[in-house]
């Protein structure tokens, strides 16, 4: 354990012996909401003064096994040396839970998310590209068991995607997606393309966590709701009754248009789940400029004109530019087998946070 990690523990269980102190007395108890603060607090830190103290014990056996390790009686030299591996590999196991404690948990990981995908630059061959991540999404969700229900989607005509808004549902899901967010590029010779010449597109991609009406107050008279008859490509009448639905935020222009359904109340109710959930991730982002320069420091703005990744068919190629991490196994990634890139890009975070978490004194307290 570095000398960071096991300085920030302390620190912690001294903050948790502090709060068991506030919450025995009797004053504190009297301001109900003073003793819930403090209660919650206890209640997150237990976790950790726990494994911290049970990593403590086990150190402290490691360092007398190896005491008599080195001592003249032989009974004892053979027990303490069969029972050293034992305790390295449960203090080894314990400081890789007790640094994932150290990490503040995002609170919005285990939300559905809308996962907005829009073609780029590169006309025909981006929405191709667009649809190709669509794909790639989608069955990544059929992996981890998601449901995912389209809100709105627009072709091209020639198989690719000009945009696609969909909800994904299940268990983690922002938390595994939410680094997808941003502008994916595309290396590859187009079947138009005669001459074999390699051409750049772009796509992008948004992970809106969910938001809950509770989390996001609209207000009627801050929305326009217009109401049109649905079409579909070419123009061709989906049907003659005013169905679809758009809906405009006036106070911050955010404009959401549904017609997948055919009932207009079912088409309202969709474009609302969009609009909240992009009205909660501006919100977020807010929050994020003014509190903290986190997520510039470990994966960029996030802002979705930055390239994150780069696709090229010609070497099989996946980087994804954040971490500086390189797979040769484009054509598993697009039938759905992300693991490998979600999961480098997660320990990466994972490993920054927890660097920040030693060594800003507040954190976690």
């Not at 912690?12 to 909401?33: G, N």
């Not at 929050?287 to 070497?315: L, M, P």
């Amino acid at each position: 354990m570095t000398p960071q990690v096991s300085e920030k523990l302390k620190s912690m269980e001294a903050r948790y012996e502090e709060l068991m102190r506030m919450v025995s007395d009797p004053a504190i108890q009297a301001e109900q909401a003073t003793y819930r603060t403090h209660t919650k607090a206890l209640v997150d830190l237990q976790p950790v003064v726990e494994g911290f103290q049970l990593w403590r014990s086990l150190d402290r056996q490691l360092a007398e096994n190896r005491e008599l390790a080195d001592s003249d009686d032989a009974e004892m030299v053979a027990l303490a040396k069969e029972e050293i591996p034992g305790l390295e590999t449960r203090i080894e196991t314990l400081e890789g839970k007790l640094k994932l404690l150290l990490v503040p948990r995002d609170p919005n990981d285990d939300r559905n998310v809308v996962l907005e995908l829009r073609a780029g630059t590169g006309g025909d061959e981006a929405a191709l590209f667009a649809g190709d991540l669509y794909r790639m999404y989608s069955r990544y969700a059929e992996r981890q068991g998601w449901k995912i229900d389209v809100h709105s989607i627009s072709e091209n005509g020639i198989g690719g995607l000009k945009e696609v808004v969909a909800s994904v549902e299940g268990r983690g899901v922002y938390g595994m997606l939410k680094h997808e967010s941003g502008v994916h590029r595309v290396q590859r010779v187009p079947t138009t393309e005669a001459s074999g010449r390699i051409h750049t597109s772009t796509a992008t991609v948004a992970v809106l966590p969910e938001a809950e009406e509770v989390d996001v107050q609209i207000e009627a008279k801050d929305l326009r709701i217009d109401t049109f008859c649905s079409s579909g490509p070419g123009g061709q009448s989906v049907n003659t009754t005013y169905s679809a639905v758009r809906i405009t935020h006036l106070p911050t222009g955010v404009v959401v248009s549904q017609q997948d359904e055919k009932s207009q109340i079912k088409n309202r109710q969709k474009a609302m789940k969009v609009l909240r959930s992009r009205l909660y991730e501006m919100e977020l982002r807010k929050q994020q400029d003014a509190i903290a320069k986190e997520r510039r420091g470990q994966v960029g703005t996030g802002e979705r004109s930055e390239k994150i990744r780069t696709y090229n068919f010609k070497e099989n190629r996946i980087t994804d530019h954040r971490i500086n991490f390189t797979m040769h196994q484009l054509q598993y990634a697009l039938d759905g087998d992300l693991n490998e890139l979600i999961e480098q890009m997660n320990a990466h975070v994972q490993a920054e946070k927890l660097k920040q978490a030693t060594e800003e004194p507040g954190s976690m307290q």
